[in-house]
C-alpha cells in the first residue's frame, strides 16, 4: 500500500524515487516483517498461552526429553503469517498476479494449519492427514489455474535444468501436478522438520534469501539474459515477498531459539513449505528447490525410508525418524543439532545460487 502511495510522489520529488527500486523495498519489507514480529510477539505468545491452558503441544512420537518443553505454546506461526502479510502489503506493487498467488499460498496453507493445531488442542488429535492432504490438493490445483491460465509475459509451463544453457523442457498440462507435486512436498518436508526449536526456521531464512536472488535475476531482463535463465516479467517483485519472508523469519527465531518461548506448529511449518515451494514454481526453479531446500528434503526422507524400512523388513534404519531425533538419540545436544543443520544448510543454498553462473 506505501508502495502505491508514495511512487506516485516521484513526479514532484526525485527522493521518491527511491521505493521504486526492488531492493529498497525488499529491505524495508525485512525491516517491516522484523519489527512487527519483535514488537506483536510478545502479546501474541502472552494470548496464545491463555488460550491453550496449559494443553499438551508436544507431539508423541518424540524423544522422552522433549516432555521437558510441556506448556509450551503452539499456534506462533500465526505472528509469522502477520508479519509476512503485513508487510508484504505495504511495500510490494500490489497489481503483481504473482505476489498475490504466492501471498494466497501462504494464507491458505497457514488455515489448514491453524485448523489442525486448533484440533489437536481441543481434541489431543489433529485433522487427518487424508484431509489435510485433500485441502492442499484442492488450494495448490486452485492456484495453479491462475498461474496456468493467466500467463504473464515471459512464462511458461516449462521445467529449466540447471547447469545447462536454455535447456527447457515444456511440460504442457502436466505441469500442473508436478507443481502440485512441488508446492505440497514443500509444505509437508518443512512440517516434518519442524522438532527441534529454531530447527525449522532457519533454513526458511537461507531459502527466503536464495529466492530472493533468483526472484530479482529472473524478473531482470539484462540479468537473465547474461545468465542465460528464463526472463519472467513481474517476478522480481516477488524479491519483496522473500524480504517479508526472511525478517519474518528472523523475527521468530528470536522467540523460537532454545529453550523456545513458543512453537510454530502447523500453521507456520505448512505456510512456509507452501510459499517457498510457490517460489520455487513461480520463478522456474523447481529443480533448485531441492538443493535450496536440501535439509528439508533429508528430514522428509528419513522419514519415508524409516517407514518403508520397518514395513518391508521390520527393522529401522534411523533410532527415530525424522533425521533430528536420531541425532538426539545418539547424544547430541539440541543446540548443536540445529546449529549444524543449519550450517548445511546455508552451504546448500549458496550450492545452488552458483548453478545460475554455471550454465
Known amino acids: 500500500m506505501l508502495y ?7 513526479k514532484d520529488h526525485i527522493v521518491f524515487n527511491v521505493f521504486r527500486y526492488l531492493t529498497v523495498r525488499s529491505v524495508l519489507a525485512l525491516i517491516s516483517a522484523l519489527v512487527i514480529s519483535l514488537v506483536v510477539g510478545p502479546w501474541l505468545i502472552a494470548r496464545l498461552r491463555a488460550l491453550q491452558h496449559g494443553g499438551e503441544t508436544i507431539r508423541e512420537d518424540t524423544p522422552a526429553r522433549h516432555r521437558e518443553k510441556r506448556g509450551t505454546p503452539s499456534m506462533g506461526g500465526v505472528l509469522i503469517l502477520a508479519a509476512i502479510l503485513g508487510s508484504t502489503l505495504l511495500w510490494a506493487n500490489l497489481r503483481n498476479r504473482y505476489v498475490w498467488v504466492v501471498m494466497l499460498t501462504t494464507i491458505g496453507f497457514g488455515l489448514i494449519g491453524i485448523w489442525d493445531d486448533w484440533t489437536k488442542l481441543r481434541r489431543r488429535k489433529g485433522v487427518s492427514a487424508a484431509t489435510k492432504l485433500g485441502l492442499q490438493l484442492l488450494l495448490a490445483l486452485a492456484l495453479l489455474q491462475i498461474v496456468f491460465w493467466q500467463r504473464g509475459a515471459g ?13 527447457l523442457v515444456n511440460l504442457g498440462w502436466m505441469w500442473i501436478p508436478f507443481a502440485m507435486l512441488v508446492i505440497i512436498g514443500a509444505s509437508n518436508a518443512v512440517n516434518l522438520t519442524d522438532g527441534l526449536d529454531g530447527l525449522a526456521i532457519g533454513p526458511v ?29 513481474g517476478a522480481g517483485e516477488l524479491a519483496v515477498f522473500c524480504g517479508a519472508l526472511i525478517g519474518a523469519a528472523i523475527g521468530f527465531l528470536w522467540f523460537n531459539c532454545h529453550p523456545a518461548q513458543v512453537f510454530m506448529g502447523d500453521a507456520g511449518s505448512l505456510a512456509l513449505g507452501g510459499a517457498i515451494g510457490m517460489l520455487a514454481v513461480l520463478t522456474k526453479a523447481e529443480l533448485l528447490l531441492p538443493l535450496i531446500g536440501g535439509l528439508y528434503v533429508v528430514e522428509a526422507g528419513s522419514v519415508i525410508i524409516q517407514v518403508v524400512s ?9 533410532r527415530m ?7 538426539e538419540l545418539a547424544g547430541w545436544a539440541e543446540p548443536k543439532i540445529v546449529v549444524r543443520f543449519w550450517i548445511v544448510s546455508f552451504a546448500l543454498a549458496l ?3 552458483t548453478t545460475l553462473k554455471l550454465r
Open 4 to 10: 502505491h502511495f508514495l511512487v506516485p510522489l516521484a
Open 155 to 167: 512464462w511458461e509451463p516449462v521445467l529449466a535444468i540447471p547447469f545447462f544453457k536454455g535447456w
Open 205 to 233: 531464512i537461507m531459502a527466503g534469501g536464495a529466492f530472493g536472488v533468483i526472484a530479482y535475476l529472473t524478473g531482470n531482463f539484462k540479468a537473465a539474459d547474461y545468465l542465460k535463465i528464463l526472463n519472467v516479467k
Open 310 to 318: 520397518y514395513k518391508l523388513t521390520g527393522r529401522r534404519v534411523f
Open 321 to 327: 525418524a525424522p533425521l533430528h531425533h536420531h541425532y
Open 351 to 353: 550450492l545452488a545460487l
